[in-house]
């Protein structure tokens, strides 16, 4: 009978070899062939959920293992045919994460190779997020070589909080490889910065130095998962993306053009520039209050099975998440993330936590609230020293 190794380096084969094509002409992907011909550690940035799949085909004889959200692990029959043909190794988003890197430096001094989504998200403006800080020291006792890969053009071809598939232009690079003697010389922080530098895209620079369009209908719809505030009555939660624009119940039109710029582009040209201004307003409030109805409360178990906890309205009051009759004060809040467009997922008291929205909603403004009550919690830590 095979052995694991045997059928997932020929199951990895023959599905690039399916796959490529259509991949190439659905994405108007371009890219090069890889052949590593050693263990390596790839970290790339991420920016579509095709995102295993474009990279698996750039190198179709290199068999990795991917790193992927815990999610996945609960999909019935769906999920065990994707622990069958990749075996994943499983990421809890809203925990720390140490379970996670010890799987893959397991994998890696076995003499596998891993790829690892180094945001541990999609980006949602736009432009590439930090790594999480213990990359780099995985990256330097790992034993295997380290590849950073950066795909671009993908936030306008299938934005995270879009709907559809956008025809434009995506590329995949490699874009340098570090051997572990080098690595050895290096420090983890060092390591973190220079994955940080090359895996970093910025959508609207590339956008500027060469426009490219990205065709579709229905371009705005669901930008409401990603925008929370209006620039022009600055309230929260009354954006709405419909056909080609986003419109709020104070008057604003603005419309989402093919090149994913805003006309007019006042006061904000694009994504990331609305998205910075919306947390920075956000964080400048003292506790902000906002809710949202049809919210569903899971706890999540070790074994990926579910238990329901209830539908109702979220809110956030003040220092404190409200679903129902349960209450979750946001310092005691310990690790919180985002999964897709509809899903937060948390770590309270040693359980693990989900919330799901029933339709569109912007889930952002709770993990910004959230963060900026862990600085103040981790500045007042410090200033008691």
Same mark, same amino acid.
């Given at each position: 009978?095979?052995?694991?190794?045997?059928?997932?380096?020929?199951?990895?084969?023959?599905?690039?070899?399916?796959?490529?094509?259509?991949?190439?002409?659905?994405?108007?992907?371009?890219?090069?062939?890889?052949?590593?011909?050693?263990?390596?550690?790839?970290?790339?940035?991420?920016?579509?959920?095709?995102?295993?799949?474009?990279?698996?085909?750039?190198?179709?004889?290199?068999?990795?293992?991917?790193?992927?959200?815990?999610?996945?692990?609960?999909?019935?029959?769906?999920?065990?045919?994707?622990?069958?043909?990749?075996?994943?190794?499983?990421?809890?988003?809203?925990?720390?994460?140490?379970?996670?890197?010890?799987?893959?430096?397991?994998?890696?001094?076995?003499?596998?190779?891993?790829?690892?989504?180094?945001?541990? %998200?999609? /980006?949602?403006? +736009? !432009?590439?997020? @930090?790594?999480? &800080?213990?990359?780099?020291?995985?990256?330097?006792?790992?034993?295997?070589?380290?590849?950073?890969?950066?795909?671009?053009?993908?936030?306008?071809?299938?934005?995270?909080?879009?709907?559809?598939?956008?025809?434009?232009?995506?590329?995949?690079?490699?874009?340098?490889?570090?051997?572990?003697?080098?690595?050895?010389?290096?420090?983890?922080?060092?390591?973190?910065?220079?994955?940080?530098?090359?895996?970093?895209?910025?959508?609207?620079?590339?956008?500027?130095?060469?426009?490219?369009?990205?065709?579709?209908?229905?371009?705005?719809?669901?930008?409401?998962?990603?925008?929370?505030?209006?620039?022009?009555?600055?309230?929260?939660?009354?954006?709405?993306?419909?056909?080609?624009?986003?419109?709020?119940?104070?008057?604003?039109?603005? %419309?989402? /053009?093919?090149? +994913? !710029?805003?006309? @007019?582009?006042? &006061?904000?040209?694009?994504?990331?520039?609305?998205?910075?201004?919306?947390?920075?307003?956000?964080?400048?409030?003292?506790?902000?209050?906002?809710?949202?109805?049809?919210?569903?409360?899971?706890?999540?178990?070790?074994?990926?099975?579910?238990?329901?906890?209830?539908?109702?309205?979220?809110?956030?009051?003040?220092?404190?998440?409200?679903?129902?009759?349960?209450?979750?004060?946001?310092?005691?809040?310990?690790?919180?993330?985002?999964?897709?467009?509809?899903?937060?997922?948390?770590?309270?008291?040693?359980?693990?936590?989900?919330?799901?929205?029933?339709?569109?909603?912007?889930?952002?403004?709770?993990?910004?609230?959230?963060?900026?009550?862990?600085?103040?919690?981790?500045?007042?830590?410090?200033?008691?020293?």
């Amino acid at each position: 009978m095979m052995n694991e190794r045997k059928r997932l380096r020929l199951v990895w084969l023959i599905l690039c070899v399916l796959i490529a094509p259509g991949l190439r002409w659905l994405f108007a992907f371009r890219y090069k062939v890889n052949h590593p011909g050693q263990p390596v550690l790839v970290i790339s940035n991420h920016v579509t959920n095709f995102d295993p799949l474009l990279l698996a085909i750039t190198f179709p004889r290199h068999q990795m293992y991917f790193v992927a959200s815990e999610h996945l692990f609960r999909k019935g029959w769906m999920s065990k045919a994707i622990r069958y043909l990749a075996a994943p190794i499983a990421r809890r988003k809203g925990t720390t994460g140490m379970d996670t890197a010890m799987a893959c430096m397991r994998k890696l001094r076995a003499g596998e190779s891993v790829c690892i989504f180094g945001e541990g %998200e999609t /980006t949602w403006n +736009g !432009l590439t997020s @930090p790594i999480f &800080p213990a990359t780099g020291n995985l990256a330097r006792i790992s034993g295997a070589a380290l590849i950073t890969y950066r795909l671009e053009g993908g936030f306008l071809t299938a934005p995270r909080w879009g709907k559809g598939i956008r025809r434009g232009r995506m590329v995949g690079r490699i874009v340098n490889t570090y051997q572990p003697e080098e690595l050895q010389k290096l420090t983890a922080q060092q390591i973190n910065d220079i994955i940080n530098r090359d895996i970093y895209e910025d959508t609207w620079a590339s956008q500027k130095q060469e426009p490219i369009r990205y065709r579709g209908r229905n371009r705005a719809v669901q930008i409401e998962t990603s925008l929370f505030m209006c620039p022009k009555c600055r309230k929260i939660g009354t954006l709405h993306g419909e056909g080609n624009h986003v419109r709020c119940s104070c008057g604003l039109d603005v %419309e989402y /053009t093919e090149y +994913g !710029l805003f006309n @007019p582009p006042v &006061p904000f040209e694009n994504m990331a520039q609305w998205d910075q201004w919306q947390h920075e307003t956000l964080h400048g409030m003292e506790w902000p209050s906002f809710s949202d109805e049809d919210v569903s409360l899971f706890k999540l178990h070790n074994d990926h099975t579910t238990e329901s906890l209830g539908s109702g309205v979220l809110k956030l009051e003040g220092s404190v998440l409200y679903h129902g009759e349960d209450a979750f004060p946001l310092g005691d809040i310990t690790d919180l993330g985002l999964v897709q467009r509809r899903i937060l997922v948390f770590t309270y008291e040693g359980e693990y936590y989900e919330l799901r929205t029933a339709k569109p909603a912007c889930l952002r403004k709770y993990y910004a609230v959230w963060r900026k009550c862990r600085e103040t919690i981790a500045a007042s830590g410090k200033a008691n020293v």
